[in-house]
């Protein structure tokens, strides 16, 4: 929350990827005056049960739609094997495109403002200090030092 304080009453959206999405995230952005679409896990919690089985009986190109208080839970099947779920508070009602796909406005307002996201995990996999490990804290100091790399070359280009 608090990298988005200058950013909030501002009528102002905020696009981020599944690992920081969460109902709870934008109930309280959506309060300070700012919208949140972004990708969601099926896992997370204050989603209803029937989206998270939504993804067995879907056929391709179809689009399930959810109402949770002041946010739209979107899940598109886009290929056999892959659903997307998108939370947002921007999209009250969300309408699909009369093309083949039948994409709705939803992953399509997504996939235009995602931009910085894909370019930092584009990054992050480009110039990675990863090695094979399975355990989880040596990956999570991997996944920092990435970041901090990524950063410093952004700190780095803005100073000339």
């Not at 495109?97 to 990054?123: A, C, H, L």
Request: aromatic share 8%; charged share 25%; net charge positive.
């Amino acid at each position: 929350m608090k990298l988005a304080e200058p950013f909030t009453n501002c009528r102002r959206n905020i696009t981020t990827h599944n690992f920081f999405t969460s109902a709870s995230l934008a109930a309280k952005l959506l309060a300070k005056g700012t919208t949140l679409v972004g990708t969601i896990r099926a896992n997370r919690r204050k989603l209803p049960a029937l989206a998270k089985t939504a993804k067995d009986n879907m056929k391709l190109f179809s689009t399930i739609i959810y109402k949770l208080n002041d946010c739209t839970l979107t899940i598109y099947k886009s290929k056999p094997r892959k659903k997307v779920m998108i939370l947002s508070t921007k999209h009250k009602s969300v309408k699909t495109k009369n093309n083949r796909k039948k994409t709705p406005e939803t992953i399509t307002y997504y996939n235009k403002s995602k931009f910085g996201i894909d370019m930092v995990d584009q990054m992050a996999r480009k110039y990675s200090v990863k090695s094979k490990c399975s355990r989880w804290p040596v990956q999570a100091v991997f996944n920092i030092l990435d970041f901090a790399g990524i950063n410093a070359w952004i700190i780095r280009k803005q100073l000339g």
